[in-house]
């Protein structure tokens, strides 16, 4: 039995019968929930192969009790995620667009001095999170000569950085707040109104993760009043719609969710993504599995 | 006798005799040429206090045969210029600038797709001028996992990076140059019509040093046949004015010689300034001499 692709979940739900069981893959990719009710329109589904490393979507608890297994890409995208996370931190602190802008719109030409903004280096960061990603911002950052805190479900083996038992207490303690937690009801909302005011007026709130973790009308209030510095965000709740209070901001760098978006990343999830099926169909060893 | 405060070329020139004769320092900031006709209007003059690390506007021959010390502001701006370098290609690569756009304009949220770029970490990065600027550069380019190479004067001892003796030779070993040379003639168009063909239509040029060190028309020739697959440039020649070639390209992140322009960095540059004109004043050892 080949493989069998599903465009959506509506798609799927459009199949008669029997085409409905011949699927025993699904090459997964989106943020609508795949649930006990999907599941059930697919009695002979052995694997959800997600594409990405967050598979909030897919309920595992679900999932373990049909008997289906979950895989998703993990790795193969943290460099890309890093990446942007220090990028996007960067960017708002030395206001570069704006400069860009400035250049472009031939003001310098004219004579108009720009503003001088934030050092970067040196400054004090906090991760939220510490998993694979998490890791690679920190260590990323490090070069950068930051003094580096975190916070973790528990301490992990750090090279001199600072573990915070409470979000709360790491934000108070730093410039800068990464967050690279997972998704899922679990972080929903953990970085509250609490935390984004223990960051304070200079601090800045970078989010790679996922729009869930962060609660978006309380940063957006301490944004537009100043009691928060700024924010780098990739992504949004109920994205691709964006909240148009952001985009009226000039203290944030918004970016459309590509921390993953390279041609080189995408290909190697895809290629990832497949393999998992593979191993699957061929009764191999899952090469990335979640359950 | 006290320091002087002396707004401008121009307005040094205007000053009568008596009060020329007045200065024995001058805290000099621009671009100017500061060359003997000038000095020579200052008989009294002992020390050139330059704000910035490139002192190539001061001509420290005629100061040397003038009897006049010249100082610098090295190391404190090292920081935020690396900073910059950095996040200058992160955002040409991930296209950040136009991300946000793509956000802000409501193009994502109305279900447009923003186009895949291209992975950075990893990649193979050239530094051209290994100074103190263009080493912090790579310190911070090596935590994104690149292979280093460099080209200087002459081979410097480094953890693993690959010299060039020749500047084509490294512009053909890597995806992205970083400019960090000193300015001055020695290093004219430096970064040649051959070292941009070197470089290929997937590289990116960066330049934190100095717009004399690009050859600007081979520059815009190149990223406008798509010859040259991007840049990131602080510095241009003729500055604040720009070649408006530039302001009409998408493939380049565009600042206005903010490399140093944080609060902090600023105020240090400042006081490093007037702490060598005191030392002179003072008869105490120059703390950062060029000369």
């Known amino acids: 039995m080949g493989a069998v692709v599903v ?3 509506d798609a799927m739900r459009g199949m008669d019968e029997a085409a409905r069981a011949e699927v025993r893959a699904v090459a997964y990719k989106g943020h609508h929930d795949f649930d006990a009710a999907e599941m059930a329109l697919l009695p002979n589904l052995g694997v959800i192969a ?6 909030d979507a897919i309920k595992v608890p679900a999932a373990d009790a049909a008997g289906v297994r979950v895989t998703n890409t993990p790795d193969v995208l943290n ?9 996007m931190l960067l960017m708002q602190q030395r206001r570069m667009r704006q400069g860009d802008a400035h250049v472009r719109s031939g003001a310098w030409g004219q004579g108009a001095e720009f503003a001088l903004n934030r050092k970067v280096s040196g400054r004090r960061v906090g991760i939220m999170g510490l998993g ?5 911002i920190a260590d990323r950052l490090a070069a950068f000569k930051m003094e580096m805190h975190y916070h973790a479900r528990s301490e992990k083996q750090t090279p001199g950085w600072t573990y915070h038992a409470d979000p709360v207490s790491l934000a108070d303690a ?3 707040l990464v967050v690279a937690l997972v998704g899922g009801p679990e972080t929903e909302n953990y970085v509250s109104a609490e935390v984004i005011a223990a960051l304070g007026p200079d601090g800045v709130l970078i989010n790679i993760s996922r729009g869930s973790t962060v609660d ?21 709740r109920g994205e691709p719609k964006v909240d148009p209070r952001f985009q009226a901001l000039d203290s944030v760098v918004l970016q459309p969710h590509q921390g993953s978006g390279t041609h080189e990343t995408r290909a190697a999830m895809g290629q990832l993504q497949r393999d998992n099926i593979a191993a699957f169909l061929e009764g191999r060893e899952l090469l990335t599995p979640v359950n």
Chains 1, 2 share one sequence.
């Open 216 to 236: 978006e009308g309380a940063l957006l209030d301490a944004l537009e009043a100043g009691r928060l510095g700024g924010a780098g965000l990739d992504v949004f």
């Open 7 to 9: 465009e959506s979940l």
């Open 50 to 55: 997600n594409y990405g490393v967050g598979y």
């Open 174 to 176: 730093v410039d800068y």
């Open 132 to 136: 694979r990603i998490g890791r690679d």
């Open 79 to 87: 460099d890309d995620v890093a990446d942007l996370a220090v990028a």
